[in-house]
């Protein structure tokens, strides 16, 4: 299994900005893509940005030029450095990873116990 341990996140300021770090760890052959989902009440988990080993990310379009997605492969870990925060960034944020747990197996979704970011004043 593959578990998600996330951090960082909390109260950030409208201009601001924060960090989410998210660190893979368990028993698994090897982890595609990792990311960022996130959700607020009333609404779907919504894609925040992804990033596959070979560094290719993928940006939902209302955090393009705000948000940027690192990975550390050796580390599993990834990282979300998020600036110019607005309040509709508002929600729990869940690391989520997409990970082989022997050879030759599909790829399944893992999720972390997600953080919550506040944007405001």
């Known amino acids: 299994q593959v578990r998600l341990v996330e951090s960082g996140g909390g109260l950030g300021q409208p201009g601001g900005s924060l960090r989410l770090s998210c660190a893979a760890s368990?028993?698994?052959?090897?982890?595609?893509?990792m990311g960022w989902y996130r959700q607020t009440p009333g609404k779907q988990r919504e894609l925040v940005a992804t990033i596959t080993t070979g560094g290719r990310t993928n940006y939902a379009d209302s955090v393009k030029g705000r948000f940027t997605l690192s990975r550390d492969n050796r580390k599993n870990t990834v990282n979300l450095q998020m600036v110019t925060l607005r309040p509709e960034d508002t929600g729990v944020y869940y690391c989520?990873?997409?990970?082989?747990?022997?050879?030759?197996?599909?790829?399944?979704?893992?999720w972390g116990q997600g953080t919550q970011v506040t944007v405001s004043s």
């Open positions: 989520n990873s997409q990970a082989r747990l022997y050879n030759g197996w599909e790829p399944q979704n893992f």
């Open positions: 368990g028993r698994f052959f090897s982890i595609d893509a």
